[in-house]
């Protein structure tokens, strides 16, 4: 009976054992990993997150505003003839310099030179029995009446003459201004009617280039402002100026159009391409320009992160006019913030977060 109180006595002080030694095996464990057995620091936190950011500081912003514009030719036709008539005789080369007046088409005026002689004739038979009439007249020999009919009969031969002299001068096809004409679409010998295009008649010395700018801009755009504009597969910069600028915004897309005018003594600018401006705006004192990279779009606008008290901190935003690497801030932020740019897509709010400011490229410790 004895033994058996001894060997429950061993089993528990075994047990009891067994249980303080876990006890204060897992208190150590706590110790190293926090509650819950999760690694992390004092109390159990995360460790903190690794990010690069940058402090805000004010700056001159000489607001510029980036659009897409086309290339227009300062002046364009289509050479049409006004008549019909088989051509005769083509007086320019494709693709040549033409001068103002220069005849570039003539077509057969034969039958017309024919009904010119006609009416010529009976315009001068006219006129001889208007001046017979008229000294018959003086003698009373006619009456008023008849003389009148005399007088109307040669003012219509005179305006029938006219008439074939106007169709006449249509017969030969001028440049209606000094430009570059294009590829031609007719030969001698063939059949010219209004509808068929002889050439385009284009003069790209100036250029126009017309642009369209956001309604919000519309007050920040003026005449003779200087753009500077490029094209593709040309790294050069070119200089156009404002000229003219539409009186009323654009009701469909809510933007104003803008017209400007290029020197092109090269004919570099080819009139139906593209040109990237950049359109000055006005300048803007203390400034603050974040990266575009720190940008989150959200449902009802945009954030950024910003590092408070070793912390990330959401702050909602609004932007004014991009650039190609950095974005205005209008409302949001202050001089001083500390603006995360790197890992913004894997942070959450009050994530702990260890920032590299970087200066001028230069990555420092925070």
Same mark, same amino acid.
């Given at each position: 009976? #004895?033994?058996?109180?001894?060997?429950?006595?061993?089993?528990?002080?075994?047990?009891?054992?067994?249980?303080?030694?876990?006890?204060?095996?897992?208190?150590?464990?706590?110790? #190293?990993?926090? %509650?819950?057995?999760?690694?992390?620091? %004092?109390?159990?936190?995360?460790?903190?997150?690794?990010?690069?950011?940058?402090?805000?500081?004010?700056?001159?912003?000489?607001?510029?505003?980036?659009?897409?514009?086309?290339?227009?030719?300062?002046?364009?036709?289509?050479?049409?003839?006004?008549?019909?008539?088989?051509?005769?005789?083509?007086?320019?080369?494709?693709?040549?310099?033409?001068? #103002?007046?220069?005849?570039?088409?003539?077509?057969?005026?034969?039958?017309?030179?024919?009904?010119?002689?006609?009416?010529?004739?009976?315009?001068?038979?006219?006129?001889?029995?208007?001046?017979?009439?008229?000294?018959?007249?003086?003698?009373?020999?006619?009456?008023?009446?008849?003389?009148?009919?005399?007088?109307?009969?040669?003012?219509?031969?005179?305006?029938?003459?006219?008439?074939?002299?106007?169709?006449?001068?249509?017969?030969?096809?001028?440049?209606?201004?000094?430009?570059?004409?294009?590829?031609?679409?007719?030969?001698?010998?063939?059949?010219?009617?209004?509808?068929?295009?002889?050439?385009?008649?284009?003069?790209?010395?100036?250029?126009?280039?017309?642009?369209?700018?956001?309604?919000?801009?519309?007050?920040?755009?003026?005449?003779?402002?200087?753009?500077?504009?490029?094209?593709?597969?040309?790294?050069?910069?070119?200089?156009?100026?404002?000229?003219?600028?539409?009186?009323?915004?654009?009701?469909?897309?809510?933007?104003?159009?803008?017209?400007?005018?290029?020197?092109?003594?090269?004919?570099?600018?080819? %009139?139906?391409?593209?040109?990237?401006?950049?359109?000055?705006?006005?300048?803007?004192?203390?400034?603050?320009?974040? %990266?575009?990279?720190?940008?989150?779009?959200?449902?009802?606008?945009?954030?950024?992160?910003?590092?408070?008290?070793?912390?990330?901190?959401?702050?909602?935003?609004?932007?004014?006019?991009?650039?190609?690497?950095?974005?205005?801030?209008?409302?949001?932020?202050?001089?001083?913030?500390?603006?995360?740019?790197?890992?913004?897509?894997?942070?959450?709010?009050?994530?702990?977060?260890?920032?590299?400011?970087?200066?001028?490229?230069?990555?420092?410790?925070?």
């Amino acid at each position: 009976m #004895k033994t058996k109180y001894i060997v429950y006595t061993v089993l528990l002080v075994a047990l009891g054992s067994l249980i303080f030694y876990r006890i204060s095996a897992n208190k150590k464990l706590e110790g #190293k990993n926090g %509650p819950g057995g999760k690694k992390g620091g %004092p109390g159990g936190a995360m460790p903190a997150m690794r990010v690069s950011g940058i402090v805000l500081k004010p700056q001159q912003f000489a607001n510029t505003l980036s659009v897409t514009g086309s290339i227009e030719a300062n002046e364009q036709v289509e050479i049409r003839g006004e008549i019909s008539g088989r051509v005769r005789h083509i007086s320019f080369q494709e693709g040549s310099r033409v001068s #103002k007046g220069q005849v570039l088409l003539k077509v057969d005026d034969s039958e017309l030179r024919a009904q010119l002689a006609q009416a010529q004739t009976k315009q001068q038979l006219a006129a001889e029995n208007e001046r017979r009439a008229g000294l018959l007249l003086q003698k009373e020999a006619i009456s008023k009446e008849e003389y009148d009919v005399a007088r109307a009969d040669l003012l219509t031969t005179k305006a029938q003459t006219q008439l074939i002299q106007a169709q006449l001068a249509k017969t030969s096809i001028k440049a209606p201004f000094s430009g570059q004409i294009g590829l031609r679409n007719i030969s001698e010998g063939g059949f010219l009617s209004p509808d068929i295009v002889v050439a385009n008649l284009v003069n790209t010395d100036p250029v126009k280039i017309t642009f369209s700018v956001p309604e919000k801009y519309s007050n920040q755009v003026k005449v003779n402002t200087e753009i500077n504009f490029t094209i593709a597969g040309s790294p050069k910069k070119y200089t156009a100026t404002v000229y003219a600028i539409e009186p009323g915004i654009e009701s469909a897309t809510r933007t104003l159009q803008l017209r400007a005018r290029a020197a092109n003594p090269d004919n570099i600018l080819r %009139p139906g391409s593209f040109a990237n401006i950049e359109l000055p705006l006005t300048e803007t004192d203390n400034a603050l320009l974040v %990266p575009s990279e720190a940008i989150i779009p959200i449902q009802n606008g945009k954030k950024v992160f910003v590092a408070e008290n070793g912390k990330a901190k959401e702050v909602k935003v609004e932007t004014g006019t991009r650039t190609e690497k950095d974005v205005l801030i209008t409302s949001g932020l202050s001089a001083g913030d500390t603006v995360l740019t790197t890992g913004i897509m894997a942070l959450k709010a009050n994530a702990p977060v260890k920032v590299k400011i970087v200066a001028d490229g230069t990555p420092q410790k925070k």
